[in-house]
């Protein structure tokens, strides 16, 4: 299956569209595990600073296709609400995963991403959408918010 990785720039009005920056090929279609969400991260792995990333989902856990949110430092990456909102109305999301690596290799959540998910996790269900994890991305494995009853 084709996932299209997507960044929003402005069009000639100035509004915010998507555009697609390129495709990432993966071999399942209904993304409702954290397992399989890691695996299609992986590439996080490698990364030295930390970059945060959306999953957009349709009401059947289908990708609608993923954009990064945030690119920080090898410590820290502010996500936007209004970004991560405005990236996942472009894509007709019902739901999504947050996902976002520590270049650390460690993956035990910070203070910071835990305030991150909850005020997501209440922003999301103002818009009547389904936040179904938050996924941090370490070397060689990962920490679900979900599977650890912390979202």
């Known amino acids: 299956m ?14 915010p569209v998507l555009v697609k920056e390129a495709i990432i090929e993966s071999n399942d279609s209904i993304f409702n595990s954290p397992q399989l969400i890691a695996q299609l991260f992986s590439f996080l792995e490698k990364k030295a600073e930390e970059r945060v990333y959306v999953l957009a989902l349709d009401a059947k ?26 990236r996942l109305l472009l894509m007709g999301a019902t739901g999504f995963v947050l996902v976002h690596n520590h270049p650390s290799g460690c993956p035990e959540p910070s203070k910071e991403d835990n305030s991150l998910t909850g005020a997501v996790k209440d922003m999301a269900k103002l818009m009547e959408m389904t936040m179904h994890d938050h996924i941090i991305i370490g070397k060689r494995t990962y920490f679900s918010f979900r599977q650890n009853d912390r979202l």
């Open 2 to 15: 084709k996932i299209y990785k997507y960044d929003v720039e402005k069009n000639r009005t100035g509004n």
């Open 61 to 86: 856990c289908h990708p609608l296709g993923i954009s990064e949110i945030s690119h920080g430092t090898a410590t820290l990456s502010l996500a936007g609400k209004k970004e991560l909102f405005t």
